[in-house]
């Protein structure tokens, strides 16, 4: 038998356990006592939880740039409908734009930021001199657009005998091809937007998305190419 003056004795000199925190003061005085507020708190708490669930996703995908990136070209490029519908069109464009960018900063964090400057006002001064040209030429490049497609897949075959050899001189020549490439396409994208009675085919004025598509894919691979020349010739 425990003597209980003895329990009281010590009780106060040593605690065999203690109760948990009180997160609440009762139900009559807490403020989750009325159903609705608690309807509120658990519909914020989720859908905090969900933003952040989506940014993750979305950084996750980013660095699948490749895949997202073909995706969206795919999807803006044969969906009419996504092209032409405000605002869905601007929020795949946006998407697009957001991820190709992440792209390039990945690529340009593996060359000096001497190279990336200069690849940059490369790739300025050659797309303002041909897009000039492309307004100011009586040249029709749009009826070319066989011929570009033949160099294309011709310079794909290119790269893939670089990809084997892995030559540095190859590597120089196919980065010099590839700028003479999208800079002709340039000119074609140029003129197609353009139109008027020197040119064969002219984009639809419903096609401003991938008007500005286009132009915008050939810009990124003239900087890519010259950003690559840049740094195999230093």
Known sequence: MVNPEHVAATGNSQQYGEAPPVYSQGLEESSFS?????????????????????????IICAFLYW?????????????????????LNFIALGLFTIVEGLMLGSV??????EAVLWAVGATVLVSFAVSLFAMQSKWDF????????VFAWTLFSFALLCAILRSQYLYIVYACLGTLLFSLYLVFDTQLVLGGKHRKYEVSPEEYVFAALN?????????????????LCR
């Open 34 to 58: 009325d159903a609705a507020i608690r309807r509120g708190f658990i519909r914020k708490v989720y859908l905090t939880l969900m933003s952040q669930l989506l940014v993750t996703v979305g």
């Open 142 to 149: 749009t009826a070319a657009n066989g011929s570009l497609w």
């Open 215 to 231: 132009l915008y894919l050939d810009i990124v691979s003239l900087f890519l190419l010259l950003l690559q020349l840049i740094g």
């Open 67 to 87: 895949a997202v990136v073909m995706v969206l070209i795919m999807a803006l490029s044969c969906c009419d409908n996504l092209r032409r519908q405000v605002p």
């Open 108 to 113: 340009a964090a593996y060359f000096d930021a």
